[in-house]
């Protein structure tokens, strides 16, 4: 398994679960490339304003010169800034929500890393029944996942705890409904803050879903680095091991006490425990 930490570059999200935040442009990119190699991640998960935010070619030689990869590309900005969701009543506004992650899952794409889709998938709203709002899922995580696979990587779909959606908070629930769906092009983030709240056991649940394990955010109880809380990552890791995971463990946590401290946390407990 793989270290992976976060960089954002979203005024709106600068309280956000982010260790490193950063102005857009590539000298944030920079800025936050440097720092995770430093403190010897293996790839950078960043949280852009947009696709523009996300220059592939400048990128490319930006991660290159230091030995990293781009371990995923998320989407929430179009929820954070815009207010964009795939299960809004508007259909205009569900194809704007659309529009905006095709564009993130392209760039992502030539990156040769996939796209996330967290808080965009939206909740029920007024007006929208459970089955209709599941319906307008199933077929943006369809068209989007077709889009991802053209670029030879997964759409990663976030079941997150229930306090942020209404839609799927538990992995088996939201696996359950990828198989019943065929959408065979997308993949679970089982992140461990949001299981903490929702599953009765972490590792038996990412045991049980196997291989629609795409990405795991590394992240304890009060979302702060692993050992900052109370998650024992142990049965964890065992778990992911036991299911072939090869992918990252990405630290989208809050930075505290301070950036430094969470990164050099994380980068720690991903070494103490999954090595």
């Not at 709203?125 to 319906?135: C, F, K, Q, S």
């Not at 943006?140 to 799927?168: I, S, V």
């Not at 992140?191 to 879903?209: G, K, P, Q, S, W």
Request: charged fraction near 20%; proline fraction near 5%; include cysteine.
């Amino acid at each position: 398994m793989r270290s992976a930490i976060t960089i954002c570059l979203v005024p709106e999200a600068r309280k956000g679960p982010f260790v490193f935040h950063y102005d857009a442009g590539l000298a944030g990119l920079e800025a936050g490339c440097r720092a995770a190699a430093e403190f010897g991640f293996d790839a950078v998960e960043i949280f852009p304003g947009s696709a523009a935010d996300v220059p592939a070619d400048s990128l490319r030689q930006l991660v290159a010169a230091h030995g990293l990869a781009v371990a995923a590309v998320g989407t929430g900005a179009g929820w954070v800034k815009h207010r964009l969701q795939l299960c809004d009543p508007d259909a205009a506004v569900r194809a704007r929500a659309a529009e905006f992650i095709a564009a993130i899952v392209d760039v992502a794409g030539e990156l040769g890393a996939p796209a996330i889709i967290g808080s965009m998938q939206g909740r029920m709203g007024e007006g929208v029944p459970h089955d209709a709002a599941l319906a307008m899922l199933a077929d943006a995580l369809g068209a989007l996942g077709d889009r991802a696979r053209r670029h030879g990587q997964p759409l990663l779909y976030e079941p997150l705890n229930r306090y942020e959606t209404d839609l799927f908070n538990t992995q088996r629930a939201a696996a359950d409904f990828l198989d019943h769906q065929g959408l065979d092009a997308v993949k679970l983030l089982c992140d461990l803050f949001h299981m903490n709240i929702e599953e009765a056991d972490m590792a038996a649940t990412l045991a049980a879903v196997g291989t629609r394990v795409g990405h795991v955010h590394w992240a304890d109880s009060n979302r702060r680095a692993i050992g900052m809380g109370h998650t024992d990552p142990r049965p964890i890791i065992a778990a992911l091991q036991s299911i072939g995971y090869t992918g990252f463990l990405s630290a989208e946590i809050f930075p505290l006490p301070t950036p430094a401290e969470a990164a050099r946390q994380s980068i720690e407990s991903i070494r103490a425990f999954a090595s």
